[in-house]
């Protein structure tokens, strides 16, 4: 893929992947903006990352999957953090993960339903396997060294409520950013060095002689189609990839999520990300959201539940948030933390994490030269997109200004296949 001549860079989508692919490309050594032109093509009425890259939680760790990129990954969030102030700017922290099993106790629904009647959700909802592991990864295993003592400094946990407390990786491996500041930094950084921003939802890849020559989209105020030439595309639309190019055998997993400001803004929120597993009250069972502590001086702290498997919206703008699945996971979280209860729900949200579908595990990362030279695929990344972000970045970086990928081996990863 390496070329002399002038290359024109289209990265459809404007989430994380996208936006950091633009920001690692105008960083690159050879990157010149007069002979390097990069534009990033977002569907959404309302700029980037909104959807997983502006919803999701922002974990960043070492144990993630798969282990290959992730140890690129986790090494370029530390240095991005590092040169660009990510502390202040993106929320950048280590932070301490652990493992925390209790009972709920009894709260009011703030739900219309009536008592004991059954959530339509309940029947859809699935795993989003964070902590599973994925073949080439490295799975994050049980804690054995389990206590039903919290640390002493986790302030927003219940003792009384806990049976068994576990840390589950060192600190020094798990971190988190904001991802929706995270992504719209490297938007920022990148426009600084040429990067355009372009409003517009990508209708077709057009190739001729086996090479991609141009995107054609539709122009939001117009509805009129319009083109950018190419000389190299990046597929980096998530859960939407398919609608793209069909044979990739991507699909969309919808995960809610809400965000919860504590009451008290004296009392600071330790940073703790929590992975639980609930007894919920009146035998109704139990439940598994993430509880994660984010930086800042309303101390919000994050909460997400199972996902489901409502079909895919056309646009991230068509995203529909069930309610209810928001109402659970904020009873869930009121029921074990009596002092996020006497906070409130700040957003109530849902975005699609995109999933590789049959049995070889993604993310897909690479030239799709079997279906046209100059189109790169860098999309399938599950719920690890925002700690996976940078390696992939960087790799397609590579990859276009440099005709291969140098920093990490990725061939598990090719497009050849999954189409």
Same mark, same amino acid.
């Given at each position: 893929m390496?070329?002399?001549?002038?290359?024109?860079?289209?990265?459809?989508?404007?989430?994380?992947?996208?936006?950091?692919?633009?920001?690692?490309?105008?960083?690159?050594?050879?990157?010149?903006?007069?002979?390097t032109k990069v534009t990033i093509l977002e569907?959404?009425?309302?700029?980037?990352?909104?959807?997983?890259?502006?919803?999701?939680?922002?974990?960043?760790?070492?144990?993630?999957?798969?282990?290959?990129?992730?140890?690129?990954?986790?090494?370029?969030?530390?240095?991005?953090?590092?040169?660009?102030?990510?502390?202040?700017?993106?929320?950048?922290?280590?932070?301490?993960c652990g493992s925390w099993e209790g009972r709920a106790e009894a709260v009011p629904e703030s739900s219309s339903r009536e008592a004991g009647e059954e959530h339509e959700y309940l029947n859809r909802r699935k795993s989003l396997e964070k902590t599973l592991g994925l073949e080439g990864g490295k799975p994050l295993k049980k804690p054995q060294n389990k206590t039903s003592k919290l640390p002493d400094d986790l302030n927003w946990m219940e003792e009384d409520l806990t049976d068994a407390y576990s840390l589950m990786a060192p600190p020094v491996d798990t971190a988190q950013v904001h991802p929706y500041q995270f992504t719209t930094s490297m938007l920022s950084l990148a426009q600084e060095r040429g990067a355009s921003f372009v409003r517009g939802h990508a209708t &077709?890849? /057009?190739?001729?002689?086996? +090479?991609?020559? %141009? =995107?054609?989209?539709?122009?939001?105020?117009?509805?009129?189609?319009?083109?950018?030439?190419?000389?190299?595309?990046?597929?980096?639309?998530?859960?939407?990839?398919?609608s793209l190019l069909p044979s990739l055998p991507i699909t969309g997993t919808r995960a809610h999520s809400i965000?919860?400001?504590?009451?008290?803004?004296?009392?600071?929120?330790?940073?703790?990300?929590?992975?639980?597993?609930?007894?919920?009250?009146?035998?109704?069972g139990g439940a598994s959201p993430e509880i994660y502590a984010r930086p800042g001086p309303e101390g919000e702290v994050y909460a997400c539940g199972a996902?489901?498997?409502?079909?895919?919206?056309?646009c991230v703008d068509d995203v529909v948030v069930d309610e209810e699945a928001c109402e659970k996971v904020?009873?869930?979280? &009121?029921? /074990?933390?009596?002092?996020? +209860?006497?906070? %409130? =729900?700040?957003?109530?949200?849902?975005?699609?994490?995109?999933?590789?579908?049959?049995?070889?595990?993604?993310?897909?990362?690479?030239?799709?030269?079997?279906?046209?030279?100059?189109?790169?695929a860098a999309t399938g990344h599950t719920c690890w997109g925002i700690c996976n972000a940078p390696g992939t970045a960087r790799a397609v970086a590579e990859l276009i200004m440099e005709g291969e990928i140098q920093c990490v081996n990725l061939k598990n990863m090719a497009p050849k296949l999954f189409l």
């Open positions: 390496s070329q002399t001549a002038p290359r024109t860079v289209v990265i459809i989508g404007g989430g994380i992947v996208g936006c950091t692919t633009a920001y690692y490309i105008t960083r690159h050594p050879s990157f010149d903006s007069s002979t569907a959404s009425a309302h700029g980037a990352a909104q959807g997983a890259s502006g919803k999701a939680g922002g974990l960043v760790a070492r144990w993630a999957y798969p282990q290959s990129l992730v140890d690129v990954s986790f090494e370029e969030h530390v240095r991005l953090a590092e040169l660009h102030g990510g502390a202040e700017r993106w929320g950048w922290r280590y932070v301490n &077709r890849i /057009v190739t001729s002689n086996g +090479r991609v020559t %141009s =995107v054609e989209y539709t122009d939001p105020p117009t509805q009129a189609a319009q083109q950018l030439s190419a000389t190299h595309v990046v597929l980096a639309t998530g859960a939407w990839a398919a965000t919860i400001l504590p009451l008290s803004k004296d009392l600071p929120i330790a940073p703790y990300v929590l992975f639980t597993e609930i007894t919920l009250p009146d035998g109704r996902g489901d498997d409502a079909p895919l919206p056309g904020w009873m869930e979280v &009121r029921g /074990v933390s009596r002092v996020l +209860r006497q906070g %409130s =729900v700040d957003r109530r949200q849902a975005c699609y994490l995109p999933t590789v579908l049959g049995r070889r595990a993604g993310p897909i990362i690479g030239e799709a030269e079997q279906v046209a030279r100059g189109l790169v």
